[in-house]
């Protein structure tokens, strides 16, 4: 099993910024990467980005490009989600799961491990 919890969520105003994180623990040997989802109310969850647990390569949803970015520490088993330029259509829960299969995935339905959430709302 694998438990993650993330943290870091909260209110920002519009152009702000916002670190997330994402604490992975329990039988970690067999994670090929960690992904960043979100759902705001009344959508769908949709993938904000990936990152390869051993290489550290990174993904990202078109609409995120150039504002977030993820990286990883490995000693400590967590990944931060860094947001830049914040906009109000980011306001969603936030969310980090582990996909154990190999390759990147960007469908939710391919991740087994999924954490809470965190909200993040930006204000305009």
């Known amino acids: 099993q694998v438990q993650v919890v993330e943290s870091g969520g909260g209110l920002v105003q519009a152009g702000g910024s916002l670190r997330l994180s994402c604490a992975v623990s329990?039988?970690?040997?067999?994670?090929?990467?960690l992904g960043w989802f979100r759902q705001a109310p009344g959508k769908e969850r949709e993938f904000v980005g990936a990152?390869?647990?051993?290489?550290?390569?990174?993904t990202y949803a078109n609409f995120v490009k150039d504002r977030f970015s993820m990286s990883r520490d490995n000693a400590k088993s967590s990944v931060t989600l860094q947001m830049n330029s914040l906009k109000p259509e980011d306001t969603a829960v936030y969310y980090c799961?582990?996909?154990?299969?190999?390759?990147?995935?960007?469908?939710?339905?391919?991740?087994?491990?999924w954490g809470q959430g965190t909200q993040v709302t930006v204000s305009s």
């Open positions: 329990g039988r970690t040997s067999g994670i090929n990467s």
């Open positions: 799961a582990i996909r154990t299969g190999l390759l990147v995935n960007t469908e939710a339905r391919y991740y087994a491990y």
């Open positions: 990152i390869t647990w051993g290489g550290g390569r990174t």
